[in-house]
């Protein structure tokens, strides 16, 4: 397996950046998490353009333009001979000192991992994901932005940490004034009332690539959407919930804090959004 680093492509194994990486001491870069669908890289350009959003609210200047890390993805793909992918694109603010000090990094740091996707089971997109509420809080914006893919995670991580004590894979996360925000690696949707809505992302999310695909797909089909300011009671009360992501797609959930959830299947609006979706990743991207 080969990986992208800083302009070439070098075994995994040898694939390293140093310990003084502001990425590794700080968390000080951001990151994409993309898909590739037999040869075709879903939504590949929204994702460009969110990682340079991304970079823009941290003032990183990114080293390379849209098109060359498009040819970079598309290099190391090919390099490693992949149809269906998983790709994490992700730039650091580079080598510096022990200090804060942006200005001390010289150059950012760029690679591309490519790998085969880790999914979930299939059982959970038949009988739907259990899921609980963190009691950790997402991140407040006016701290750091949830809406920018950073490379701090641990906001994130926390949460995960108690879904995992709960023996199950997602979280939802709220706001410090009781709102919804999203999971901790998938934003959230509710369907009630024939209905979809989600939070918006002001409100302490980031812009799912996938939250907007179905956003999309749902005005396409013709079922009425609006952005929602959401409370857990919102939740127990929907006829769906279901998360979407890079990795997850839409999955529906069935149980939030032990509470049925849908009558405990699927619903209707969730598997028809799944049938939608599936078409999109045939032709929404960019084709290698
Ligand atoms: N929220 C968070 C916190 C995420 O990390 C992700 C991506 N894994 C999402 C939502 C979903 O975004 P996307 O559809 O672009 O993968």
Redesign the pocket.
């Known amino acids: 397996m080969k990986v992208y680093l800083n302009g070439k492509l070098v075994e995994a194994k040898k694939a390293a950046v140093s310990v003084f990486d502001h990425g590794l001491l700080y968390g000080d870069g951001v990151f994409e ?1 993309i898909r590739c669908y037999n040869r075709l890289i879903f939504r590949l350009k929204e994702h460009i353009d969110r990682l340079f959003n991304s970079a823009d609210a941290i003032k990183l200047e990114m080293p390379m333009s849209k098109t060359e890390l498009i040819e970079a993805i598309v290099w190391t793909l090919k390099a490693n001979r992949l149809n269906d992918a998983y790709i994490r694109l992700v730039v650091t603010r580079g080598i510096g000192d022990l200090g804060l000090d942006p200005r001390k990094c010289k150059s950012p740091t760029v690679f591309i991992i490519t790998d085969k996707i880790a999914l979930y089971p299939g059982e959970f997109y038949r009988e739907g994901l259990e899921i609980v509420t963190a009691e950790t809080r997402r991140n407040l914006p006016q701290a750091l932005n ?1 809406k920018i ?1 950073s490379l701090n995670y641990l906001n ?1 991580i926390l949460a995960k940490i108690e879904a995992i004590k709960y023996g199950v894979e997602e979280a939802i996360m709220l706001t410090y004034n009781d709102y919804v925000a ?6 959230i949707f509710i369907v009630n009332g024939g209905e979809l809505m989600t939070p918006p992302v002001d409100v302490g ?2 812009e ?4 907007d695909a179905v956003i999309s797909l749902a005005n396409k089909i013709g079922i009425p959407f609006r952005e929602k300011m959401l409370r857990m009671e919102d939740l127990y009360e929907a006829g769906e919930v279901f998360l ?4 997850a797609e839409i999955i529906p959930v069935t149980k939030i804090n032990k509470r049925r959830i849908s009558g405990g299947r699927p619903g209707e609006v969730a598997l028809k959004l799944m049938r939608e979706f599936k078409k999109l990743t045939k032709v929404d991207g960019v084709r290698y």
């Open positions: 998490g949830p893919k994130n999203e999971c901790t690696g998938d934003n999310a980031l799912g690539i996938t939250r979407t992501g890079t990795a």
